[in-house]
């Protein structure tokens, strides 16, 4: 069982948005800066989101991310057919010395 | 182009061995701690282990702690897992990621930016 909470599927039509989250406890969230994958079926995760918010060069302005209180969000505007895929949050925690991943979220674009 | 290509897995019994490499390419290898990110079949992303740029700090998660040991050979752009006493349940695809740690003046963060393919390991009789 993951600190970092996501949930197990997510879906939206192209052209839509949609919003995944990512909840840890009051304790743990707030001091952690999130980063956001996607990984693509059969693929490698793929950077998508830095620092809450910033995204690494290549990716498309639809995705943005944001982080408040206890919970970061991956917001993708626009959907696409390609955005089909697996989403992870995943932060550092320096007491564990380690990175720590959410359980994922599958997009599905109907 | 920064990449990186991971090799080394395959079919083990439990309890063998196997070493898993990771070749860099295209940036500063030295100047990044590295890190294996594991995936078992149908399952999420598992953190496995990280090592310092320099090699001297090494962490890793519990349940493999004993077992595996991550190294780096900078001169060779190379990054290393290997894994004793393997069981079933360390089957999964292995990923290397390069990880990246930025200290500000008010803030810091960490992120993983450049990941290998993968390799896969099974473990079964």
């Known amino acids: 069982q993951s600190v970092l909470t996501q949930p197990s599927s997510a879906s939206g039509t192209p052209g839509q948005g949609v919003h995944i989250s990512c909840s840890g406890t009051?304790?743990?969230?707030?001091?952690?800066?999130v980063n956001w994958f996607q990984q693509l079926p059969g693929t490698a995760p793929k950077l998508l989101m830095y620092n809450n918010n910033q995204r690494p060069s290549g990716v498309p302005d639809r995705f943005s991310g944001s982080k408040s209180g206890t919970s970061a969000f991956l917001t993708i505007s626009g959907l696409q057919s390609e955005d089909e895929a697996d989403y992870y949050c995943?932060?550092?925690?320096?007491?564990?010395?380690?990175?720590?991943f959410g359980g994922g979220t599958k997009l599905t674009v109907l | 182009e920064e990449q990186m290509v991971a090799s080394g897995g395959g079919l083990v019994q439990p309890g063998g061995s196997l070493r898993l490499s990771c070749s860099a390419s295209g940036f500063t290898f030295s100047a990044f701690w590295m890190t294996w990110v594991r995936q078992a079949p149908g399952k999420g992303l598992e953190w496995v282990a990280s090592?310092?740029?320099?090699?001297?700090?090494?962490n890793y998660v519990g349940s493999v702690k004993g077992r595996f040991l991550i190294s780096r050979d900078n001169a060779a752009n190379s990054l290393y897992l290997q894994m004793n006493n393997l069981r079933a349940e360390d089957t999964a695809v292995y990923y290397c990621?390069?990880?990246?740690?930025?200290?500000?003046?008010?803030?810091?963060?960490?992120?993983?930016?450049?990941w290998g393919k993968g390799t896969t390991v099974t473990v079964s009789s």
């Open positions: 995943a932060v550092w925690d320096d007491d564990l010395h380690g990175w720590v």
């Open positions: 990621a390069r990880f990246g740690h930025y200290i500000g003046y008010y803030y810091q963060y960490y992120y993983m930016d450049v």
């Open positions: 090592v310092k740029t320099d090699g001297h700090e090494e």
């Open positions: 009051s304790s743990y969230m707030p001091k952690k800066t």
